[in-house]
């Protein structure tokens, strides 16, 4: 796979100059639209100090995907970025609350209205100064949605539990997105303020989960508070703030600016308009960018006190117009400034789309593993096991550890009690690699959920015996499951 100048030089952030030059030494004399060989792609990356990892082929079909792996920073163009936090939890159990809470008390100095308009983030600055950027967009959907396009907005999750409540159903989906996008999570007892509140239950409840607190062993934050009488939330703006210290979040202000949409719709009179978050780089107005499918001219952009703004750098929610057309929550954008390029990348990305539904319609079931296997394109089996006893689950759980299939690796990402539900779909599409499966032992799906997973294209199956389900598994690995099975 090729890239021209102009989109190797998008792809590590340089100017077009930077390598015209580099070939003019050499007595060649290209123009941005020449195409480049992989030894000169990788030539140049070790002339410009760029980790170049060739087998990460470019392409316009790739553009997004490769982004993150092709090019490393040098250390000395990295700055510190603010964390990027999401809450999540049961719904009542007051994400919205504490979202609110945060911003109140958290006003932008100098910033007297606050926050102006809802752009799908905001940021708020600490007492000491610093910042921390909130997702504003409380709800699994959202988050898992993001991620089932590859987008991983968040830094943090926040989970937030309800000390009169404890641990619910939607609690676990939480912990389940939250382990899956392998970030750090922080748990907020929530409405310590009532009378039945009992803050110890939650903190045993979660142990089950592998959320242990430090008194316990483990090094997951509890902080006790609530979101309704603004308790406890210095303290879990300075764990936020701790834990990024701890991971050192950075980013390269000096560069094109990339990141993902958080929000967009069509206005009226404005039309496209997007929030969307800066991961990297530094946007600016008139660049022209490529989200998802859908490219432009950035005319305006706007922060979240609705003032126009010049400039955005990393880890900074803002609003942009200027899109040709309106693109989806979870589509990545970047910056490339020439409008061709654009146009022929998002026109690459839609047809890429266009054939990963089709794709959808023919995608894995149990009974092709074998074939995948042997084409080396299996490398895990996600499963989702629901169940009508917490034994079950258990023995169910003991089974599958024992099985073995050469080069697939199988990940259990859920396994709970309780009928198969909207958020098991939900939580199965958001798996990017490998095959996924509901297993209903002794439970099944009403027809909302059934209609939904047609619709995803996730397989659920069902048992009454447990040997039944390994079976089928290990026998479907051997390529000697039926089809009519
Ligand atoms: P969400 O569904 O998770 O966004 O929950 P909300 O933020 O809408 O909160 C649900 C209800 O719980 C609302 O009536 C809130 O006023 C209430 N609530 C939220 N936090 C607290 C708290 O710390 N203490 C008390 N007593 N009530 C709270």
Redesign the pocket.
């Known amino acids: 796979q090729t890239l021209s100048v102009l989109e190797f030089a998008t792809q590590i952030g340089q100017s077009v100059a930077v390598i015209l030059k580099h070939f003019f030494a050499q007595g060649l004399m290209l123009n941005q639209n020449a195409i480049l060989s992989e030894e000169q792609m990788a030539e140049l990356a070790l002339e410009l100090g760029f980790d170049f990892r060739k087998e990460e082929s470019l392409s316009k079909e790739n553009f997004f995907d490769a982004l993150d792996l092709t090019v490393e920073d040098k250390p000395e163009d990295l700055v510190m970025r603010n964390p990027i936090v999401t809450i999540m939890?049961?719904?009542?159990?007051?994400?919205?609350?504490?979202?609110?809470s945060i911003k109140n008390t958290n006003v932008v100095a100098g910033e007297a209205g606050g926050i102006t308009q809802a752009i799908g983030a905001y940021r708020i600055k600490t007492e000491d100064g610093r910042r921390i950027t909130f997702i504003d967009t409380?709800g699994h959907e959202a988050f898992s949605e993001m991620r089932a396009r590859g987008a991983n907005v968040t830094d943090i999750v926040i989970l937030?539990v309800?000390a009169d409540d404890g641990v619910m159903p939607q609690t676990e989906e939480a912990i389940d997105h939250a382990k899956l996008a392998n970030v750090p999570i922080v748990v907020f007892v929530?409405?310590?303020?009532?009378p039945g509140a009992d803050p110890e239950r939650v903190k045993s409840e979660l142990m089950k989960y592998g959320l242990l607190a430090e008194e316990y062993g483990g090094d997951i934050p509890f902080v006790l508070?609530?979101?309704?009488?603004k308790t406890g939330l210095k303290e879990l703006q300075d764990t936020l703030l701790f834990i990024a210290e701890m991971q050192d979040y950075k980013a390269n202000p000096n560069k094109l600016a990339s990141g993902v949409v958080l929000e967009a719709h069509l206005d009226k009179a404005k039309g496209p308009v997007a929030s969307i978050l800066v991961k990297d780089g530094t946007l600016e107005i008139k660049d022209m960018i490529v989200a998802g499918t859908t490219y432009g001219n950035i005319k305006l952009i706007e922060n979240e006190h609705a003032k126009k703004v010049l400039k955005a750098g990393p880890s900074k929610p803002v609003v942009i117009y200027g899109l040709n057309e309106v693109p989806s929550a979870g589509d990545k954008f970047i910056v490339i400034n020439d409008e061709k390029t654009a146009r022929s990348i998002a026109e690459a990305q839609a047809e890429k789309k266009l054939n990963a539904e089709r794709q959808k319609n023919n995608s894995f079931s149990l009974a092709s593993i074998k074939k995948h296997i042997d084409d080396g394109e299996l490398k895990a089996i996600n499963l989702i096991i629901k169940a009508d006893t917490q034994g079950s689950v258990e023995a169910i759980k003991g089974s599958l550890a024992k099985i073995e299939i050469n080069g697939v690796k199988i990940n259990i990402i859920r396994a709970s009690v309780g009928g198969i539900t909207l958020s098991d779909v939900t939580l199965a599409s958001t798996v990017t690699e490998g095959i996924v499966l509901i297993y209903g032992f002794n439970v099944r799906p009403d027809a909302v959920v059934r209609k939904k997973a047609e619709e995803e294209k996730i397989e659920i199956r069902f048992y009454n015996i447990i040997y039944k389900l390994i079976e089928e598994l290990e026998a479907s690995a051997q390529g000697m499951l039926d089809p009519e099975f």
Do not use: F, M, Q
């Not at 939890?89 to 609110?100: F, S």
């Open positions: 939890g049961h719904v009542d159990h007051g994400k919205t609350t504490l979202l609110d409380p937030i309800a929530n409405k310590c303020d009532k508070g609530s979101a309704k009488a």
